[in-house]
């Protein structure tokens, strides 16, 4: 069964940067997509980016466009996701997620934002 293994989170203030690293067992190719989900205390879990392993390709949630930024580093199977100005509101888990979704899901990471 492949396996989805994030790091990287933690407790970063208000405005703060963090990067998120997903490392998947054997190679990223035996995806079309990885993307992050993320669950905050109380709330559904919800999707925060998306990468296609094959061209690069990416989509976003509106909450996070122009703050977060995901890529694909094939030959080290590892996909990342790089978070800028962040909010309180980003606070949860962190996921790593095969397919986008439809696929593997890692044990998360914890990000907390907060000052």
């Known amino acids: 069964q492949p396996q989805l293994v994030e790091s990287g989170g933690g407790l970063v203030q208000p405005g703060g940067s963090l990067r998120l690293s997903c490392a998947v067992s054997?190679?990223?190719?035996?995806?079309?997509?990885i993307g992050w989900w993320r669950q905050a205390p109380g709330k559904e879990r919800e999707g925060v980016a998306c990468v296609s392993i094959q061209d690069g390709v990416t989509r976003y949630a509106d909450s996070v466009k122009g703050r977060f930024a995901i890529s694909r580093d094939n030959a080290k199977n590892t996909v990342s996701l790089q978070m800028n100005s962040l909010k309180p509101d980003d606070t949860g888990v962190y996921y790593c997620?095969?397919?986008?979704?439809?696929?593997?899901w890692g044990q998360g990471t914890q990000v907390a934002v907060s000052s």
């Open positions: 054997g190679s990223t190719s035996n995806y079309y997509t």
């Open positions: 997620v095969g397919e986008c979704g439809g696929g593997p």
